[in-house]
């Protein structure tokens, strides 16, 4: 049963080469029993109904290809069905032209329709000219349909790769604000106005996180403050075993880094690193700008990188997929033990400088 309602109507673009292809078709024709001299009047009528006939039998195929889903069939099935098709619309058309001929535009003696042989050899030309416009009309339908998978392709990647980062910046924050309410805790029976204090730079650091996460990159300026308030979060419970440093570049400032990588960078080095070792220990954070246009960040902590195969931490491995999912392989983040310094943790991040914001943008602290 055809469904010939569904079909959704024709664009300009095909309206456009049908026309176009047709009346070609017909000054082709007309240019050429011109040169054989044939009656001028007569031969523009009869190859004016060719042209109009073979426009309306193409768009009625062009009806029942859409209406019963050829275009989803093989090439065999495909083939079979335009077989039979173009031969029967090559006969009816035939018939149609030969009437139209015959009963309305009457040409004078030797210009009407003369015999089978004449009939038969008009419907093969007509084939053929069914199968030149089949082939058309498949081969872009086919180019477009392809044009669109692309387009869809990339638009399902894209889809998925902002699925990824939302979930990857939803397990980071979850992490951090569990580190800092055991911190608290481990504060509010010993000392209450430390924790207090505690609590007022978590919540400031919250309110960044939370502010900062809905960007897929902030100013290294920006995520600089977090880092400082973090740090001096830590300093209330580490006192004197927290040493720290930052050298920053003042160009650097305004390049965009994914949102929380510095400051997970820091709370490792502190968890990992200081944090199990009665003395503590330093961190040195530098950030540098090169000639190349490329920010190179490291965070030097005292400690031991021991890490498990397989058993890396949530915090860095959602780092790095982060910086692969925004800048795929011109960033990486790299931990290892300093061969030069003993027990020295160092983090190096490198960065391609997409863009910067303005100087006064990236120190100016995010609205309350």
């Not at 989803?72 to 009437?99: D, M, T």
């Not at 570049?249 to 490792?268: F, K, R, S």
């Amino acid at each position: 049963m055809l469904s010939y309602a569904a079909v959704p109507p024709p664009s300009r673009l095909y309206w456009r080469c049908q026309l176009l292809g047709w009346s070609l078709y017909f000054v082709g024709c007309a240019v050429t029993f011109a040169f054989m001299g044939a009656r001028s009047r007569d031969m523009l009528l009869i190859n004016f109904t060719i042209a109009a006939t073979m426009l309306g039998i193409t768009h009625w195929l062009r009806y029942h290809i859409r209406g019963n889903g050829w275009a989803r069939l093989g090439p065999l099935p495909l083939l079979g069905r335009l077989l039979v098709a173009n031969a029967v619309l090559s006969v009816l058309s035939q018939v149609l032209i030969w009437a139209i001929i015959i009963l309305l535009i009457r040409p004078r003696a030797g210009g009407s329709p003369q015999g089978w042989p004449q009939f038969i050899g008009y419907a093969i030309n007509v084939n053929i000219l069914l199968w030149l416009w089949s082939g058309f009309y498949f081969g872009w339908h086919y180019l477009t349909s392809f044009r669109q998978a692309e387009v869809d392709k990339w638009k399902l990647a894209a889809a998925v790769q902002e699925a990824e980062m939302r979930t990857l910046k939803a397990q980071i924050n979850p992490h951090f604000m569990f580190n800092g309410l055991n911190n608290i805790r481990a504060l509010v029976m010993e000392n209450p106005a430390r924790a207090r204090d505690m609590i007022t730079h978590l919540s400031d650091l919250l309110r960044y996180s939370i502010q900062l996460n809905s960007a897929e990159q902030v100013p290294l300026g920006r995520e600089l403050e977090i880092v400082e308030h973090y740090l001096q979060l830590e300093a209330l419970q580490l006192e004197e075993r927290l040493h720290y440093s930052l050298d920053v570049d003042p160009a650097a400032l305004a390049v965009l880094i994914p949102p929380m990588t510095l400051q997970l960078l820091v709370e490792n080095a502190i968890k990992h690193g200081l944090a199990p070792r009665p003395a503590g220990g330093v961190i040195r954070l530098c950030a540098q700008l090169n000639d190349s246009n490329t920010l190179h960040v490291t965070v030097r902590n005292t400690g031991r990188y021991a890490p498990r195969p397989g058993h890396e931490g949530v915090g860095v491995r959602n780092a790095r997929e982060r910086l692969a999912l925004l800048f795929g392989p011109a960033a990486h983040l790299h931990l290892a033990n300093d061969p030069h310094t003993p027990d020295m943790v160092v983090a190096h991040l490198q960065l391609p400088v997409a863009a910067v914001v303005p100087a006064a943008a990236a120190l100016a602290p995010a609205a309350g």
